[in-house]
């Protein structure tokens, strides 16, 4: 653990075991506080940024949203989304343009992210609202960053475009969540939805299930995430959501699921573009499950070396690669005092390239996942972080992630434009820097 201290102190956590004692066993200490006020201003009081009854609530009616049945639900989606993807890069790879990488990907995680909220194509107003988020929370880091001499209410350009773009996010939500109050799937069953369901394990095949959640009915499969929010009623109070806790439940869904899995895609076509063998193993394997379909649930479990590729990504280039907590109360952590008010950090990417935890940690190495290997220490390694406020959509992503990068590998070759060693830039994200161009082949069969 090291400390810095600008004004006040933060604790940087850098071993496991002090990580575990944050999220884990001392979790009722810590809460989401200052170091997500830029977010908290732009997303509201939505699940990624709240705390207590606000938080818990929303994240009981999110969680079995992502089980394997719901999953499975998704599947239909995912495919429309791989084909037009397909449809884009073809075209591109026909013109013989270059590709701008993360751009394309992100417009096919948008798209596949608006098809499972809302089981219909919202693509254009999708892209406004992503637009408008971006532009939201840049004048929101810099308000907080100006320590106060920038204020809401002064008539700067960037405050005023951050209004403007404010009010089109804000109406967009709306309209999404007015048109699906309309759908008959969005209407309440007879008895009162999730509450009525019995609990089961809910475990999903890709690794990062958690057991627990209730599992939805088989017959509910076909509803968008924010139709199925529209009728449940909250299994400990009963109510149902007002629309403002809809408004702030998309924009989490949005700022925390779009550009993670973007970013995850990008981050895995960069290394196994860095390494023949490793885009040479991909190839192999997905010929030999696929034989040319896209993949279903079974498929993606049989797609092992594909994965690894993936939970190593995941390890290089976590797409969060830092998260903070602020102490609620006064206490010792591992023999750390730790007093109210002070920030804890937690470096995800540091513990992922930690030497004590990682043998050659900086090599792109998909075989320290083999099946055969020693699964490594839980709070060594967490792209979803652990603990009550890890990620919900954890399986959804790996689930993703797999499908997409095997389905491009499939039928793509991608030639990167510029050499150099992979960099990457830590904005709220870790995005690769330059953002990278590709020229884009039909793979030969
Ligand atoms: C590879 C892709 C993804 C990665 C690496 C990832 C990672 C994470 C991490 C590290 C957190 C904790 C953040 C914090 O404590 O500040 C988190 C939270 C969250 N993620 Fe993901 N995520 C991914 C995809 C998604 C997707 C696709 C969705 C939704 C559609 C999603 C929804 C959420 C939500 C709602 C939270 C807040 C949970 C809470 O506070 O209870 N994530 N994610």
Not at 117 to 124: A, N, R, T
Not at 427 to 432: E, Q, S, W, Y
Request: hydrophobic share 40%; with cysteine.
């Amino acid at each position: 653990m090291f400390e810095r201290r600008l004004g006040a102190r933060t604790l940087y956590l850098c071993h496991p075991r002090l990580v575990e004692q944050v999220l884990v066993h001392r979790a009722g200490q810590f809460r989401k506080g200052r170091g997500y006020e830029a977010v908290r201003g732009v997303l509201g009081e939505g699940v990624f940024a709240s705390n207590g009854e606000t938080w818990s609530r929303q994240r009981r009616l999110l969680d079995p949203e992502f089980s394997t049945a719901r999953l499975e639900s998704q599947l239909p989606a995912l495919h429309e989304e791989l084909d037009g993807l397909t449809a884009r890069w073809w075209g591109t790879a026909m013109c013989n343009v270059p590709l701008p990488l993360e751009r394309a990907v992100g417009e096919f995680s948008l798209r596949l992210l608006g098809a499972t909220m809302l089981q219909s194509s919202v693509g254009d107003s999708f892209e406004l609202i992503a637009r408008c988020m971006r532009a939201s929370l840049e004048q929101s880091t810099r308000r907080l960053l100006s320590g106060g001499l920038l204020q809401p209410w002064m008539p700067t350009p960037g405050n005023i475009r951050a209004r403007r773009a404010e009010r089109q996010m804000s109406g967009a939500i709306d309209q999404l969540i007015a048109e699906a109050r309309t759908r008959p799937e969005a209407q309440p069953e007879p008895g009162g939805g999730r509450a009525q369901r019995p609990d089961s394990q809910g475990r999903c095949p890709f690794g990062f299930d958690r057991a627990g959640s209730p599992e939805p009915a088989a017959d509910e499969g076909r509803r968008g995430l924010l139709e199925a929010m529209l009728t449940e009623p909250d299994p400990r109070t009963g109510e149902a959501m007002s629309d403002s806790q809809l408004q702030a439940l998309c924009r989490s869904l949005m700022f925390a699921g779009h550009g993670t899995i973007a970013l995850t895609i990008t981050w895995a076509l960069m290394c196994a573009l860095e390494d023949p063998a490793v885009e040479a193993k991909i190839v192999a394997e997905v010929r030999r499950v696929l034989a040319g379909r896209l993949p279903t649930l079974e498929d993606i479990s049989r797609l092992v070396y594909t994965r690894q590729v993936i939970l190593e990504t995941l390890r290089l280039f976590p797409p969060i690669p830092a998260v903070s907590r602020e102490a609620r109360v006064s206490g010792r952590v591992l023999g750390v005092d730790v007093r109210e008010g002070e920030m804890v950090t937690i470096p995800v990417y540091v513990l992922h390239r930690h030497r004590q935890f990682w043998r050659d940690p900086e090599r792109f190495d998909p075989e320290r996942w083999g099946p055969e290997r020693p699964a490594p220490d839980p709070f060594a390694y967490m792209p979803f972080l652990r603990g009550e406020r890890s990620c919900p959509a954890d399986s959804l992503a790996i689930l993703t992630s797999v499908a997409c990068l095997a389905t491009i590998i499939d039928r793509f070759e991608l030639r990167r434009l510029a050499a150099g060693p992979l960099r990457a830039r830590a904005r709220i994200c870790l995005h690769p820097d330059p953002s990278p161009r590709v020229q884009v082949y039909p793979r030969s069969r």
